[in-house]
């Protein structure tokens, strides 16, 4: 079993970057990939990006590339979401997720955070 707790968000300006952190308990991460999802209000639940387990590989959604970069590091349990210029359109509650797969996966995760609010206003 794993428990997962993001923080990190915020409110930010247009422009501005927030990092996104997610602290895992009760299991190591190290064969575990780990997701970023985020729900806008009225909007599904959409994919950001994912990192394998052993963080040689990444994937990100079209809307986010480029901005964003995730990273991970095993031995603190935790994994990154660095976001960069952000814009109006990125304001939503950010959730890490994580299963277990060797690969940057863009479904079918097992184990779900919290979430952590992300607003992007001027």
């Known amino acids: 079993q794993v428990q997962l707790v993001e923080s990190g968000g915020g409110l930010v300006q247009p422009g501005g970057s927030l990092r996104l952190s997610c602290a895992a308990s009760?299991?190591?991460?190290?064969?575990?990939?780990i997701g970023w999802f985020r729900q806008a209000p009225g909007k599904d639940r959409e994919f950001v990006a994912a990192?394998?387990?052993?963080?040689?590989?990444?994937t990100y959604a079209a809307s986010v590339k480029g901005r964003f970069a995730m990273s991970r590091d095993n031995a603190k349990n935790t994994v990154y979401l660095q976001m960069s210029s952000l814009k109006p359109e990125d304001t939503a509650v950010y959730y890490c997720?994580?299963?277990?797969?060797?690969?940057?996966?863009?479904?079918?995760?097992?184990?779900w955070g919290q979430g952590t609010q992300v607003t992007v206003s001027s």
């Open positions: 990192i394998s387990g052993s963080g040689l590989s990444e």
């Open positions: 997720a994580a299963k277990r797969s060797p690969i940057a996966s863009i479904d079918q995760y097992d184990y």
């Open positions: 009760g299991s190591s991460l190290d064969y575990y990939a």
